[in-house]
T-cell receptor, first 108, second 114 residues
């Protein structure tokens, strides 16, 4: 069993839909990261959080430390949101342990 | 403030050759991380360095791979005697002095071993 599990693996949506991607982890963490990998391969850090909730534009990330679970939400999705979204747990040695990613496709 | 710079973007090597991948962190960042993404697989941690120090190399293969981050100049990931299985995308990330920060990723180096 992977230390960081994401679901779903693949997700398709119509433009405008609300999207949720889930991440569960089994290791002790100091922080939880959400990353976006574009079709061209580049990686962008979206959020780092250790408690509660963060919001940036149409993106919202939440974490429940007790349940070892985080979610990434995208409101009013757009085709340009199509990418792979990766959850990564930062362990207590500052290492990132990555989930396998969720491939999102948003159709117009 | 330029982002994390990796070069080359693409590197082709024949089996047995050496590959040298370079990473210049963002200005003011003293922590560098190297990750590998094998085809159709997720990212995996390789090594974490600070200036002139290897902090954690638990993700590095035991042979042929080495990394350094000298006082001056970029961080280097070196792969000796490359094999086909080394073909992957290698990403570097950097973060500021204080830990538990967002890591800023470079565009990656895509290594192809023929």
């Amino acid at each position: 069993k992977n230390e960081v599990e994401q679901s779903p693996q693949n997700l398709t949506a119509q433009e405008g839909e609300f999207i949720t991607i889930n991440c569960s982890y089994s290791v002790g963490i100091s922080a939880l990261h959400w990353l976006q990998q574009h079709p061209g391969g580049g990686i962008v850090s979206l959020f780092m959080l250790s408690s509660g909730k963060k919001k940036h534009g149409r993106l919202i990330a939440t974490i429940n430390i007790q349940e070892k679970h985080s979610s990434l939400h995208i409101t009013a999705s757009h085709p340009r949101d199509s990418a792979v979204y990766i959850c990564a747990a930062e362990d207590n040695t500052d290492k990132l342990i990555f989930g396998t990613g969720t491939r999102l496709q948003v159709f117009p | 403030n330029a982002g994390v710079m990796q070069n080359p973007r693409h590197l082709v090597r024949r089996r047995g050759q050496e590959a040298r991948l370079r990473c210049s962190p963002m200005k003011g960042h003293s922590h560098v991380y190297w990750y590998r993404q094998l085809p159709e697989e997720g990212l995996k941690f390789m090594v974490y360095l600070q200036k002139e120090n290897i902090i954690d190399e638990s993700g590095m293969p035991k042979e042929r791979f080495s990394a350094e981050f000298p006082k001056e100049g970029p961080s280097i990931l070196r792969i000796q005697q490359v094999v086909r299985g080394d073909s992957a995308a290698y990403f570097c990330a950097s973060s500021p002095l204080v830990s538990k920060n967002i890591q800023y990723f470079g565009a990656g180096t895509r290594l192809s071993v023929l």
